[in-house]
């Protein structure tokens, strides 16, 4: 089988799992933690198929102007076709995250999930979610922190099991030319400081293995 044909988010038979964590618990993580507020600008860096934009767009805060970027063109296609389908005005562009085509401090909010995982200037990334969001605004990252995730992991089986994931995604991202950290989310506190983010909190967030900051 050709890894490079396989995408673990759009395959029949692992999409599943990602509707399955991206639910209204996980929604309402964002909502607390973004806070939004009517008038406010907030950006999803890496924002895919546009999950995050239909999700926050149920939560009808009024006048919040919501702003998706993705590197790949094809993904700001669908996320515009899927928030077009709900009747959701949603501002996107294809942009890379070490490059954000926005003035600096234009955000109130800025969040990305799972995305700096796979991008292998994860501190200029950092420094530029940092560089777009205005002065007492707010950034948050959910990433994995896969070295201490499974607690049936110290098992025999619990262990093959383990490293054959690791193995797994380590080959899908090394056949799409891509990068894989599994285990950025402990380092995302020290990232966040070096930019002057200040830390709020970080959490265990159930469903996607990650740390909130």
């Known amino acids: 089988m050709d890894l490079a044909t396989i995408d673990v988010l759009t395959s029949p038979t692992l999409k599943h799992l990602r509707a399955r964590w991206w639910n209204d618990d996980f929604t309402e993580f964002l909502a607390e933690t973004l806070r939004p507020r009517p008038g406010n ?3 999803d860096v890496g924002c895919g198929e546009g999950t995050a934009e239909v999700r926050i767009g149920r939560l009808h805060v009024s006048q919040v102007r919501l702003v998706g970027v993705d590197l790949l063109v094809d993904r700001v296609r669908l996320a515009k076709q899927h928030t ?9 562009a294809a942009a890379d995250a070490c490059r954000l085509p926005f ?3 234009v955000f109130d909010s800025t969040f990305c999930v799972a995305v700096l995982q796979h991008i292998s200037n994860v501190d200029t990334a ?3 979610c940092a560089r777009v969001t205005t002065a007492g605004g707010r950034v948050l990252a959910v990433e994995p922190d896969n070295g ?3 607690s049936y ?3 025999p089986a619990g262990v093959v099991a383990f490293r054959a994931a690791m193995e797994f995604f380590a080959a899908i991202a090394t056949a799409r030319g891509e990068v894989n ?8 506190p020290a ?3 070096r930019h002057g983010i200040e830390r709020q909190a970080v959490s265990s967030v159930a469903g996607p293995p990650g740390n909130a900051t």
């Open 41 to 43: 600008r907030i950006l």
């Open 84 to 92: 077009a389908a709900h009747n959701q005005r949603v501002g996107f």
């Open 103 to 105: 003035r600096d401090g």
């Open 126 to 128: 950092v420094g530029e």
């Open 148 to 150: 201490s995730r499974y």
């Open 153 to 155: 992991a110290a098992t």
């Open 181 to 188: 950290d599994p285990a950025l989310g402990s380092r995302l």
């Open 191 to 193: 990232l966040f400081a």
